[in-house]
């Protein structure tokens, strides 16, 4: 059973920073693609960054494109999501996913299959 544990959310000001981290447990995903979604309360949960297996292949929301940074240590089975420039319009719950398939890059959610319990990201005008 893969265990998803999201860290490093908080509080910031507008054109601040944070460092997302999603550690895995349960099995080594360096053969997996992951990803990164956030939701809103009421509204659906959207995709932010994936990335593949080897970290060599990034795709991003063109809502984050240029600001934020995904990347992974598969040595240590953590993916990251670095946040630079953030605006209030980027508060969610950030939820990190991994992909049961191996060698695989997703955007959708439904694709994934295994998630994380989210953390809070608020920035604050």
Same mark, same amino acid.
């Given at each position: 059973? @893969?265990?998803?544990?999201?860290?490093?959310?908080?509080? @910031?000001?507008?054109?601040? *920073?944070?460092?997302?981290?999603?550690?895995a447990s349960g099995r080594t995903l360096s053969t997996n693609g992951m990803g990164w979604f956030r939701q809103v309360p009421g509204k659906e949960?959207? +995709?932010?960054?994936?990335?593949?297996?080897?970290?060599?292949? #990034?795709?991003?929301?063109?809502?984050?494109?240029?600001? +934020?940074?995904? *990347?992974?240590?598969?040595? #240590?089975?953590? @993916? &990251?999501?670095?946040?630079?420039?953030? #605006?209030?319009?980027?508060?969610?719950?950030?939820?990190?996913?991994?992909?049961?398939?191996?060698? *695989?890059?997703?955007?959708?959610?439904?694709? &994934?299959?295994?998630?994380?319990?989210?953390?809070?990201?608020?920035?604050?005008?």
């Open positions: 059973q @893969v265990q998803l544990v999201e860290s490093g959310g908080g509080l @910031v000001q507008a054109g601040g *920073s944070l460092r997302l981290s999603c550690a949960r959207e +995709f932010v960054a994936a990335i593949s297996w080897s970290g060599g292949i #990034k795709y991003y929301a063109d809502s984050v494109q240029g600001r +934020f940074t995904i *990347s992974r240590d598969n040595a #240590k089975n953590t @993916v &990251y999501l670095q946040m630079d420039s953030l #605006k209030p319009e980027d508060t969610a719950i950030y939820y990190c996913a991994a992909d049961a398939s191996r060698w *695989s890059l997703r955007r959708t959610e439904r694709e &994934y299959d295994y998630w994380g319990h989210g953390t809070q990201v608020t920035v604050s005008s």
